[in-house]
């Protein structure tokens, strides 16, 4: 069981409140998972945090990337609410039986062989991963429905940008910001710099975006067979 | 003398001008004025009652677009965003977020009065605005209520419940006044209720009817749900009342309840004097997906396939864009407007067939589009001239998943959305294809979308940047940073002689004009 700090019901109460206000609609009534939002009470984040310190930032700063808008509320109430999260885990945590929402169990329905098969050939997953390379380890890095969830799009994998300024030499870093006006990038000295996208030539290497264009190609025997391959990668 | 006598007579002119009725002071905000908007309002969350969004105004052109300026910012000063569509009348807006209630003077942009509503439990995820009718406001509280307010000061002459909270039900919706009826439904479906669409006395708050969605809760083998949660459209020769239904309960176990689950995820057409039901039409049989059919159902006039016809559009969070005739409901034309996978065809009657395989599974299933949907309550926009039905769509997909242990309550799985990006389509009504697609950014726009008949579009993007389009091409003639994410369409009107367009993204309502217009 995770270790959380200790909070009186009445806290626990107020932070329920709070959340139903808040949160509930895309984490669930219970934090069980909602519209859009993740099950807090299987959250890795969640079981590490102490007193609010973890998820309290999160609160704070929300996730963009994610869909999750910053919360301006007070520390009170990020305690409060922090103090709500911690018991519905708890709770959650202490249930016997089959639990509700994904289990790492819920996921062994594929062939691991036919997995193994699709990597090489028809994925063409082999064409940018390695087992032994950069996959080595990573059912050890990730488990269950985070692992699938990596397989299936990387969400964090960052993208490359070259940018040809159309005086001075060419540029490439870490793609920082792009929309249809304006390209940004890091440089290799941790230096932001964006251009008005009509001045220059650029070109993304975007890794994950062979993920996009395996989507209406795979079967979900695809996906499931692919998920005992990687599940062997320890 | 000369002076001082040049000046009373100026201010006695002044004064004339003040004390000339003005047609759209808010006591006479009636059916004919709802019917017809004039140019210097915007008197109802469509705008008018076709759902469009389409302005009639021409002031602000492709060609000037790009010198559009600032006039005014307001400031919330709350961390909620705004979803509201504001209305503008007799020179002031009102709009809401979630518990507040503003009105603002449309030249300065400061705040005449503000109401806020008393500390409540129930969900706070939005507030789409507010109604006018003879002189009154209505709202939507987030627990479900229905309050009159008086326009002068944000003081509330009654309040009415709609739907008890306690049990799980919210509400986010502007209602739609037709007549002496206003008309509101409920959010709700991390609980097993019914959905519905009630008739109330603008004048008692008494309830005049209520069409339900589904049957009680806890008729075996049926389903629940069904909320209606957006403002629906009206056509006053047919003299019917048009929505669309939210999903059908348990959520993402479709075990529980066998078959169609009528009325659940259907566009409906109603009589607005008795809340019979004159015909239904269902974007998404037996959902598994918490696809509703609450987009707006667009009506538009004109010529299908050689045909006057009397049309309702949809782009369907399921994916799917129908052209049906209002007049009985059947299907004209069913086509898709980006990746879905959770189909095995188009039935006889225009209807998607869902594949029983792409139900939610133990080891779950991959899903196009997700849960957000294509595209969602967000405003689309329907051109007459190019005859193009824009909207702001979000490719995607996900991973669903339902199995025993999640039981048969409520939301009753688990869906996680993999990627997604936005994308502004512009779909051909007469074919169903897409004559030109604007890229919008990584993740998904909330901005929506309205047109002007001097042909822009005005929208925004992923990144919170707003964007003015060239409608017959899509091509940007003008963007503005906004700071933040946009989440409501733009509405425009004319303000003393000019066209203003409105804009809202984060916590901020910014006011556009032309410079020319400047003082």
């Not at chain 2, 929505?243 to 607005?272: E, F, H, M, Q």
């Amino acid at each position: 069981m995770p270790v959380h700090e200790t909070y009186t019901p009445l806290v626990i109460e107020a932070g329920g409140s709070l959340f139903q206000q808040n949160c509930a609609f895309c984490h669930g009534k219970d934090a069980g998972g909602g519209e859009s939002g993740p099950d807090l009470t299987r959250s890795k984040l969640v079981s590490t945090d102490m007193k609010g310190e973890k998820i309290g930032e999160v609160i704070r700063n929300g996730r963009p990337d994610k869909g999750m808008p910053r919360f301006g509320l007070s520390d009170q109430e990020i305690t409060s609410l922090v103090a709500f999260v911690h018991s519905q885990q708890d709770k959650a945590m202490a249930q016997t039986g089959t639990r509700k929402g994904v289990d790492v169990s819920d996921l062994q329905t594929g062939d691991l062989e036919a997995g193994k098969k699709y990597f090489n050939g028809a994925g063409g997953c082999a064409t940018c991963h390695s087992p032994t390379g950069d996959l080595a380890g990573v059912a050890t890095r990730y488990q269950g429905l985070k692992l699938e969830q990596q397989m299936l799009y990387p969400r964090d994998a960052k993208s490359k940008v070259t940018v040809t300024p159309s005086a001075g030499p060419e540029l490439t870093g870490q793609l920082a910001y792009l929309d249809e006006f304006t390209v940004a990038l890091i440089d290799s000295t941790g230096v932001y710099r964006s251009w008005p996208i009509v001045k220059v030539k650029y070109k993304v290497d975007a890794p994950a975006k062979a993920h996009i264009e395996l989507f209406d190609k795979y079967t979900d025997d695809d996906i499931h067979n692919l998920m005992a391959y990687i599940q062997t990668l320890h | 003398m000369r002076l001082l006598k040049g000046a009373l007579l100026l201010s006695a002119i002044a004064l004339l001008a003040v004390r000339l009725p003005q047609a759209l002071e808010a006591q006479n905000v009636d059916r004919a004025m709802l019917t017809r908007p004039p140019k210097d309002s915007w008197p109802a969350y469509h705008g008018d009652y076709s759902g469009r969004r389409h302005s009639p105004l021409v002031e602000i052109t492709p060609k000037n677009v790009k010198d559009l300026t600032l006039a005014w910012a307001f400031q919330t000063e709350q961390a909620a965003i705004i979803k509201a569509t504001p209305i503008l009348i007799d020179g002031i807006l009102y709009f809401t977020v979630p518990d507040n209630i503003w009105a603002i003077d449309a030249r300065t942009g400061h705040q005449i009065w503000r109401y806020t509503a008393p500390p409540n439990k129930a969900f706070h995820i939005g507030q789409r605005g507010v109604s006018i009718y003879k002189g009154w406001l209505y709202y939507m509280s987030s627990d479900a209520h229905l309050l009159s307010i008086n326009p002068k000061d944000g003081k509330v002459r009654w309040d009415v419940v709609v739907a008890d909270s306690s049990k799980g039900q919210w509400s986010t919706m502007a209602p739609l006044i037709v007549g002496d009826h206003v008309l509101v439904g409920a959010s709700g479906d991390f609980d097993n209720l019914q959905g519905f669409v009630r008739s109330i006395n603008p004048e008692t708050g008494a309830t005049q009817w209520q069409w339900d969605a589904t049957l009680p809760v806890g008729t075996p083998n049926k389903t629940t749900g069904g909320n209606v949660w957006m403002t629906g459209t009206y056509d006053p020769d047919l003299n019917l009342v048009y929505w669309g239904t939210g999903n059908p309960t348990p959520v993402l176990n479709g075990k529980p309840r066998p078959g169609d689950n009528l009325y659940t995820c259907s566009i409906v057409a109603l009589n607005p004097e008795t809340g019979k039901l004159v015909w239904a039409f269902q974007p998404s049989p037996h959902d598994t997906h918490d696809w509703d059919a609450v987009e707006v159902p667009v009506l538009v006039d004109g010529d299908f396939h050689g045909k006057p016809r009397k049309m309702l559009m949809q782009a369907s969070r399921n994916g799917h864009f129908f052209v049906l005739d209002r007049t009985d409901g059947k299907n004209l034309l069913t086509t898709t407007f980006g990746p879905v996978n959770w189909t095995l065809g188009i039935d006889k009657e225009g209807r998607p067939i869902p594949n029983p395989a792409k139900e939610p599974a133990p080891d779950g299933r991959l899903i196009a589009p997700d849960e957000g949907g294509l595209t969602n309550y967000r405003s689309p926009s329907f051109d007459p001239k190019t005859g193009l039905f824009i909207v702001s769509a979000a490719p995607s997909y996900s991973l669903y998943f339902a199995k025993p242990a999640d039981g048969t309550y409520g939301w009753a799985g688990a869906d996680y959305s993999l990627w997604s990006k936005g994308v502004l389509e512009a779909i051909d009504y007469q074919t169903g294809k897409i004559r030109w697609s604007h890229e919008l950014g990584d993740g998904r726009s909330g901005a929506g979308v309205m047109t002007t008949d001097s042909g822009l579009t005005f929208t925004g993007d992923a990144a919170g940047n707003f964007l003015a389009l060239d409608t017959s091409t899509g091509k940007t003639l003008w963007h503005a940073g906004s700071g933040s994410h946009i989440q409501s369409p733009s509405i425009t009107y004319e303000l003393d002689g000019h066209q203003v367009v409105l804009t809202s993204s984060g916590g901020v309502l910014f006011a556009w004009r032309l410079p020319s217009v400047s003082q």
